[in-house]
């Protein structure tokens, strides 16, 4: 008797990413975990993405998308959303797509989709909060996807609250996929605090700067990484170059380095004795979350996310944000103190058994099988 051929629901990421982010690296995760039971398609305007995800087994399609930004006009962006979720309508039906999953709210093909045809199942993954770039229109945005979507995936509980009442809203964690790597310092090395963020305004590399000088001599024996892209967006690119020119009037180049973009993230949180995360606002913090399950403890601000996952003095530091007297004392703090930082490193490690990968790629896998 021959096996029926098991059927996948073909699923349609909608991704506005233009270099690698942590939205873009949840959204493959969560791809790669579940591609045995969904057939996975990407809409994406990166060529070099495209080429990535394609490597990765997975079916592309270029579509230019526009990212909402404060100097936007409607009468640009408008006509190209309608241009977009045509384009996408017709993907949709040449492949015979089920579900499309839009990776954050500012993107609103999933709305107009939704308008083309109230048959397709639209799921939208929110990975902002109300004090992000977005501030001004967030609460449209929320509306619209809240009154339109299927499902509504919230990245955090921060974000579940941020948004408007709705049994449509469920938390559902980012995937981590911890590598096989042990910390190993000999002693002999410098401290090294971690500042793992592309280079964009609120993300707090000034605050990391400025503390570090103000609170270490030259002559310390600590260092200060800077791990990141710019991703080639003009304000990004200005941004770096007036940190790094910051960095060489106070002659500290020799204690603190920009790497740019590093691809084997896991070997250098292993190394790293703190992670810093100085955002304004962090919807869930990838970053910090990475950074404790390879024990490496973080100081963060209280910008949102973090706050879900660092137990002050337990498992980490919190700070308020644009703090730099509090900043300056947590990391001398740390960098004085080793039976303070063994402990919080080995508090950090233990978050793994709650931020489980499989269980929140079952958890999405569910949401699917639901539509």
Do not use: W
């Not at 954050?104 to 999933?110: C, I, K, P, R, W």
Request: proline fraction near 3%.
């Amino acid at each position: 008797m021959d096996k029926k051929e098991v059927i996948r629901k073909k699923v349609l990421i909608i991704d506005n990413s233009k270099d690698i982010t942590g939205a873009y690296n949840s959204i493959i995760t969560f791809s790669n975990c579940l591609k045995s039971e969904f057939d996975f398609h990407y809409a994406i305007s990166s060529k070099r993405l495209s080429k990535e995800i394609k490597a990765l087994g997975f079916n592309t399609h270029s579509v230019k998308f526009l990212e909402i930004q404060k100097n936007l006009s409607l009468i640009l962006y408008l006509p190209l959303l309608l241009f977009n979720s045509f384009k996408l309508y017709r993907i949709i039906t040449k492949h015979k797509i089920d579900i499309i999953h839009v990776n954050d709210l500012y993107n609103m093909t999933g709305v107009i989709l939704k308008l083309f045809d109230s048959k397709i199942h639209v799921l939208y993954h929110v990975r902002l909060l109300p004090d992000s770039y977005i501030r001004k229109i967030y609460k449209l945005l929320s509306k619209l996807i809240i009154r339109f979507s299927d499902k509504v995936i919230c990245v955090s509980k921060a974000v579940f609250n941020s948004l408007p009442d709705s049994s449509k809203k469920e938390v559902v964690y980012d995937p981590v996929i911890k590598a096989n790597i042990k910390k190993n310092h000999d002693g002999e090395e410098p401290f090294v605090f971690l500042f793992p963020a592309n280079f964009i305004y609120g993300k707090g590399q000034n605050y990391a700067i400025q503390a570090f000088c103000d609170e270490f001599k030259p002559t310390d024996k600590v260092k200060l990484y800077f791990a990141g892209s710019d991703m080639d967006l003009k304000s990004n690119i200005t941004y770096k170059e007036e940190l790094q020119e910051i960095v060489n009037k106070g002659n500290r180049n020799h204690q603190i380095e920009f790497l740019n973009f590093v691809k084997n993230m896991p070997s250098l949180y292993s190394k790293a004795d703190v992670t810093l995360v100085f955002s304004e606002s962090e919807s869930f913090s990838m970053v910090t979350l990475e950074s404790m399950i390879y024990g490496t403890p973080v100081i963060a601000t209280k910008c949102g996310g973090p706050e879900e996952l660092v137990n002050h003095n337990f498992n980490g530091i919190l700070v308020n944000k644009g703090d730099l007297k509090e900043m300056r004392e947590q990391m001398r703090n740390l960098y004085e103190n080793i039976n303070v930082l063994k402990e919080l490193s080995n508090n950090a490690a233990l978050i793994a058994k709650k931020y489980d990968s499989i269980k929140s790629a079952k958890e999405l896998s569910d949401l699917y099988s639901n539509l």
